[in-house]
């Protein structure tokens, strides 16, 4: 009978255990930089964004989505398929906006009672990968098959998806503490991408979005305004961004 | 006890060092894996305990207390609360304990020592440590299975030498009710130094 560890096991392993401390020092290990007002002011003047010095521009300091966000509004249960996840996706960071109803939930948990909206926020695993930080145990969602919306019937609600590498990606700050880049378990920011109108990426306000959407709920879906889209600086407003598409 | 090499790896690990980390392991990995093996009636069994008690290492990084900068006696405490706590405690980590190799050589082995039980310990000791609270497993643990110093477990255990001591005695006292078991020893206790003929 041994008593020592069997070789190939130990090995994968090792294998595993080497790679926790890069990860988390990735995750966790640089710090949003705090845009100059010289810098803001140089940006605004040329009215276009680009690196000054040593300081780089907030849309680069957050964490860009891995492809083009989704944003959808429906009415009743659905499952919601996404664009194939690009190779180095861990998640889909969901936020379910729920206008009417009592339930709102997802793979990720639920969010129950009459006050509205209800926002269920998650990040649903795309793939098997280990996630040392990551303490909730949910299979993988397949994306083909899509983002199950688990509400009433008739009740509207908006779903806004993104493929993300982790929990918390990164987010900038700008000198007037407004935060800019994709939500996370830990921070939700000011400022969150979408596809613009022209389908470029810009940002709009989280808040515009979700919680004080300003918002008809119609038989199909949701409609609303336009939302003001801006550009990496987090001030020029670059377009807009249509945020009334229905889930079909 | 004598400070450990480990002390230094699991410095530069915490500071984003992999193969500090790597490191880690194979210095504490043996003891853990034979702990795990006292206490678990497979061999599967013990690798998946070992397998967690590392993860939990990195996970609760920020709350592991080094004794004379060792992290063996957090990883064996913590091998102690997997064992006996297993499927709660392992919950988190299927997927992850799911992709590593399991060898033919082990699978035969497991077999065995399911037919003989848990390696080392006492059937009859294993049942009444099981109906323990879980802090007073890792105690005992840590001073009847694995010789460490009173002193020295209460501190892996974020305690009083003094809460240890009385801790102790109060699971000598219930061991003793619950099973026809030789006495316990503390190398540091006064009180199991008298119980010991």
Redesign the interface.
């Known amino acids: 009978?041994?008593?020592?560890?069997?070789t190939?096991?130990?090995q994968?392993?090792?294998r595993?255990?080497?790679?926790?401390?890069?990860q988390?020092?990735r995750a966790w290990?640089r710090k949003p930089i705090v845009f100059g007002s010289a810098a803001l002011l140089a940006l605004l003047s040329v009215g276009t964004v680009t690196a000054v010095a040593n300081l780089r521009p907030p849309g680069e300091v957050a964490a860009a989505p891995l492809a083009a966000p989704v944003l959808v509004n429906g009415v009743g249960p659905a499952t919601v398929a996404l664009p194939a996840a690009p190779a180095d996706a861990r998640y889909v960071r969901i936020e379910l906006i729920c206008f009417d109803g009592t339930l709102c939930a997802s793979p990720g948990g639920s969010i129950k009672g009459s006050s509205t909206p209800k926002i269920e926020r998650a990040s649903l695993p795309v793939n098997?990968a280990?996630d040392?930080?990551n303490?909730q145990?949910l299979e993988p969602i397949d994306p083909s098959v899509g983002v199950p919306v688990i509400v009433n019937p008739g009740t509207h609600w908006r779903l806004y998806a993104l493929y993300v590498t982790g929990l918390n990606p990164e987010i900038a700050k700008l000198e007037d503490s407004t935060t800019l880049g994709i939500p996370g378990n830990d921070v939700i920011p000011d400022l969150v991408p979408v596809q613009a109108d022209n389908g470029d990426l810009a940002w709009v306000r989280y808040d515009e979005l979700t919680n004080a959407a300003l918002v008809e709920l119609t038989p199909a879906g949701v409609r609303q305004a336009p939302l003001r889209a801006y550009g990496k600086d987090g001030v020029t407003i670059v377009g807009q961004a249509d945020v009334s598409k229905l889930w079909r | 006890m004598n400070s450990r090499p480990e002390g230094a790896d699991w410095s530069a690990?915490?500071?984003?060092?992999?193969?500090?980390?790597?490191r880690v392991?194979?210095a504490a990995?043996?003891r853990v894996?034979?702990h795990a093996?006292r206490l678990c009636a497979s061999?599967h069994d013990a690798?998946d305990v070992?397998?967690g008690a590392?993860?939990e290492l990195?996970?609760r990084r920020d709350k592991v207390t080094l004794v004379e900068g060792s992290v063996t006696p957090w990883l064996l405490a913590t091998t102690t609360n997997l064992a006996l706590n297993q499927r709660r405690g392992l919950?988190?980590y299927?997927?992850?304990l799911a992709?590593?190799?399991?060898?033919e050589?082990?699978a035969e082995?497991a077999a065995?020592?399911a037919l003989?039980g848990a390696?080392g310990v006492d059937p009859l000791l294993l049942t009444a440590i099981r109906d323990l609270p879980s802090l007073d497993q890792q105690l005992l643990a840590l001073v009847a299975l694995e010789g460490y110093p009173l002193a020295d477990a209460a501190i892996a255990l974020n305690m009083s030498t003094q809460a240890a001591r009385s801790r102790w005695q109060r699971i000598r006292r219930r061991l003793t009710r619950a099973a026809p078991l030789g006495p316990l020893t503390a190398p540091d206790d006064p009180h199991t130094s008298r119980s010991t003929p």
Request: charged share 25%.
């Open positions: 009978m041994t008593t020592t560890l069997d190939i096991f130990a994968a392993l090792r595993e255990l080497v790679t926790l401390p890069a988390t020092s290990g098997q280990f040392p930080d303490v145990i | 690990a915490l500071k984003g060092d992999g193969p500090a980390f790597g392991f194979d990995h043996p894996y034979r093996r061999i690798e070992t397998a590392f993860l990195w996970r919950r988190r299927q997927t992850f992709r590593l190799p399991r060898t050589a082990a082995d065995e020592t003989a390696l």
